[in-house]
């Protein structure tokens, strides 16, 4: 653990990348007691007033302060983030450590799975999903919880494929410990590094799906607001409002770009290995 | 080489069930019914309504039935037809659709692997250098950029700032005066920002990975005899780094083929540009089921054999793959 750090604190963007979500996370639990202005309360006198003293970031259609919509924005996408990564995970680890342990049929018939389920491009799914279901905050984080799971899948069962091969498993095997024992306790514990890069990485891809649903109509809904439907709004007013399709769209960038900072700085402190191994493309290329 | 190729194809075959079993399962399995959006106000009118809807539609039976029903039909490619009040069969749209988007995303790639290949050789070979330093920079603000807020961006700025292209559809509004050239130019001035949109973010992703392959094949030992042999620097790495590393590219191109097509869903919707992903999403709020699952099909089909055209180009360029592959 103290080597981690050490090789951690070495990489500067990694640590700002960290420092930056941290204060993300701040601003979206404080977001009810620092936005200057009520996020849903509309005022006629100020219909798409540009950004002033007053409205540091202008205001909307219905005179709402962006800055006050954006600050609660965050709150959905922090959520969105870590829920639906969180379910992700979980479905993933399952999946993948009973199809690297047992092997054989099991094995075959949850990569077929997944193999099935990366045919779908993500978008035309996640739509024909949505189409059907009432849009809210808990669907959305379901429905990419449950289209995001391969990725942890496969990476859980290389790990298991790799692990259960050494003396370690065969001797808990030997003393006859129950496969759900041995899943748990000795081979999960030591392939956790690459799922946890992997869920690192995968909020700021959450974010941005979210933001892209919601973009579209199909997310989370108004009144509530997030950086998404501010967007959507934006679009509409394309012509007369320029800040409100620019300042949501930098604190998108800038929440993704801090993510993945961190995860990549995360992935390189943990085994220099793993870039490979997490099959992502970023890396820290210093 | 047939004999593999064949054995892909027939592994296909489970994919394509599986395809159809998840498209049918999504839509159905959702609380929402499509029967439920086209009847009226009045109580006792829009149960009766409903009813009467949802035996038109075959939704009173059993699920599996339903499933067997709509399977035999798409044997014989009968998608059935649309809830919108045209009634036009599925097909008939996805086919006037298809084409655009499958132009859009071909030009999109060829553009990427056009761009992607000299970045990222040229970064590799100059590993740490300010060029390095520079594309590494634009992979990390890609990779963050929305693609639909780079889309308001441009429209903005190139669209009504400057004025200098059109911002939606594919043909302006006096195309048909316009003389043959005039109507190439317009065509292809309604693409500019799509395509710029659509290539942004994918470039960052391809470049990225063209240095990942480039930096582990310069590494290995036949560079190395290469450089010893004498033989001129640009010839080791143009031609026996640069084949080396282009092959894992080419299965790459074949999986990340989902996510260009899933991403033309939103370019689409933006430019409004009447191709598939425009089409999915106003079936999507029209709650347009037929449409819906036939898009979801037709989509991922293509994807799968994309990626069988892949993997296929893969073990011709690369033999190993053939026998070494014989796991799965």
């Known amino acids: 653990m103290r080597g981690f750090w050490k090789a951690f604190k070495r990489n500067k963007l990694a640590v700002v990348g960290g420092i930056v979500v941290a204060c993300l996370a701040l601003l979206a639990v404080l977001a009810p007691a620092i936005s200057p202005w009520d996020p849903n309360r509309p005022d006629v006198r100020k219909i798409l007033d540009p950004p002033s003293s007053r409205h540091p970031f202008g205001t909307d259609q219905l005179g709402r302060d962006v800055l006050s919509r954006m600050l609660y924005g965050s709150q959905v996408s922090l959520a969105v983030g870590f829920v639906s990564v969180g379910i992700a995970a979980t479905i993933g680890i399952l999946l993948g450590s009973a199809a690297g342990y047992h092997g054989g049929v099991i094995d075959a018939a949850i990569m077929r799975l997944v193999d099935l389920m990366l045919v779908f491009p993500r978008f035309f799914l996640l739509l024909a999903v949505l189409a059907f279901l009432k849009p809210s905050i808990w669907t959305i984080m379901a429905v990419i919880g449950l289209t995001g799971w391969m990725g942890v899948a496969r990476l859980v069962r290389a790990e298991f494929l790799a692990l259960k091969e050494r003396e370690f498993v065969m001797w808990s095997q030997s003393t006859g410990a129950s496969a759900f024992r041995i899943i748990w306790r000795h081979i999960l514990p030591n392939a956790m590094a690459p799922v946890l890069v992997a869920m690192t990485l995968g909020i700021p891809a959450a974010i941005l799906t979210e933001s892209g649903l919601s973009f579209l109509g199909l997310g989370v809904q108004p009144p509530r607001a997030t950086w998404g439907n501010i967007l959507n709004e934006g679009k509409d007013a394309i012509e007369l409002a320029w800040w409100l399709s620019v300042y949501p769209g930098v604190a998108i960038l800038i929440t993704v770009l801090a993510y993945n900072l961190l995860g990549e700085g995360i992935r390189d402190a943990l085994d220099p290995r793993l870039r490979q191994a997490a099959g992502r493309v970023v890396s820290r290329g210093r | ?328």
């Open chain 2, 1 to 328: 080489m047939l004999a593999y190729a064949l054995r892909r194809l027939f592994l296909a075959v489970p994919l394509l069930i599986g395809i159809t079993f998840v498209s049918f399962l999504v839509i159905h399995l959702a609380p929402g019914d499509p029967a439920e959006m086209q009847t009226g106000d009045v109580p006792a009118e829009a149960k009766r309504a409903y009813e009467q809807l949802r035996k038109e539609f075959g939704l009173d039976q059993p699920l599996p039935v339903q499933y067997w029903n709509w399977l035999k039909r798409l044997v014989r490619l009968d998608f059935g037809k649309s809830f919108a009040p045209h009634g036009r069969p599925v097909l008939t749209m996805i086919g006037e659709r298809l084409p655009i988007t499958l132009l859009l995303n071909v030009v999109e790639m060829l553009i990427i692997v056009a761009l992607a290949v000299p970045i990222g050789v040229l970064s590799a070979t100059r590993q740490y250098s300010t060029f390095d330093k520079v594309t590494t920079v634009f992979v990390f603000i890609g990779f963050a950029t929305p693609d639909f807020w780079l889309a308001l961006l441009l429209m903005i700025l190139f669209g009504i700032q400057l004025g200098w292209l059109p911002i939606s559809g594919l043909r302006s509004m006096n195309w048909e005066y316009m003389s043959f050239w005039q109507q190439q130019w317009d065509f292809l001035s309604h693409l500019a920002l799509p395509i710029l949109v659509a290539t942004f973010g994918g470039l960052a992703g391809f470049s990225r990975y063209m240095r990942q392959s480039m930096l582990e094949v310069i590494r290995q030992d036949y560079i190395q005899s290469a450089r010893a042999k004498g033989l001129a620097e640009r010839v080791v790495v143009g031609k026996h780094a640069l084949r080396n590393a282009l092959l894992p590219i080419v299965t790459i191109l074949g999986l990340s083929l989902p996510g260009l097509i899933g991403g033309s869903v939103i370019v689409e919707w933006i430019f409004a540009i009447p191709g598939m992903g425009q089409l999915m999403v106003q079936a999507a709020f029209e709650r347009d089921y037929p449409v819906l699952m036939g898009n979801l099909v037709i989509v991922s089909t293509l994807t799968l054999f994309a990626n069988l055209a892949a993997d296929l180009a893969y073990s011709l360029v690369d033999p190993r793959i053939r026998v070494s592959r014989r796991r799965r």
